[in-house]
Structures are given as C-alpha cells and as structure tokens.
C-alpha cells in the first residue's frame, strides 16, 4: 500500500499543524498506520503509531501530550495533530503502515521556527 502525507508547513513554536495521510486504492482501516520523521542529519524515528487490533496508539516521549493520532473512516484517512510545536519537531514527517513497507514516499515537510 502507498501511502502520502501532507499537510506540512512552516510554524512559530507553540503552533499547531495538523497532517493528513491518504492512500489510493486501498482502505487505511485494514492497517495500522504510524507516523514517522526525519528530522536534518538524524535517522528516521518513529513518531506515533494506531493499531488497528485494539485502537491503541503509541507516541514518542518527546510527542506524548502534544501530538494525537486519529483516524477518519470515512475520509479513508489518518490524521496526525501537532501541537504546541517545538523548533525540534523540525522534520520530514512520514506515514506508513506499521511495520513500514519499501515505500516512503516524499513525506511533509514541517518547519518550527521563529
């Protein structure tokens, strides 16, 4: 399944954004979807993750509290909510299944910065 992000833009901190994830062709329901950075000269990390076995989500300690995952199924689409954004929340963000596929996609880019 190929999934796409957008969403992303350029934020002060303490902003908020809020990214969407969408898929063609398939339905996003039949998968759990995380929601993944890469941030400039680090390796990617998993930022946040929903699982569709049980509805629990998964995030990050640096993103506990201020990101939410969710899905929309009748949107066919996964959202991630940003808030209270921090320069280091700086980062192409990613969506994919959970465990990932090969494809990644372009991803969003997400700049925090006053």
């Known amino acids: 399944v190929q999934l796409q992000a957008s969403g992303g833009g350029s934020v002060p901190p303490g902003g908020s954004l809020r990214l969407s994830c969408a898929a063609s062709?398939?339905?996003?329901?039949?998968?759990?979807i995380g929601w993944f950075r890469r941030a400039p000269g680090k390796e990617r990390e998993g930022v946040s993750c929903n699982s569709i076995h049980d509805g629990t989500t998964y995030y990050a300690d640096s993103v506990k509290g201020r990101f939410t995952i969710s899905r929309d199924k009748a949107e066919n689409t996964v959202y991630l909510q940003m808030n209270s954004l921090k320069p280091e929340d700086t980062a192409v963000y990613y969506c994919n299944t959970y465990p990932p596929g090969s494809y990644w996609g372009q991803g969003t880019q997400v700049t925090v910065s006053s």
């Open positions: 062709g398939s339905t996003l329901a039949d998968y759990n």
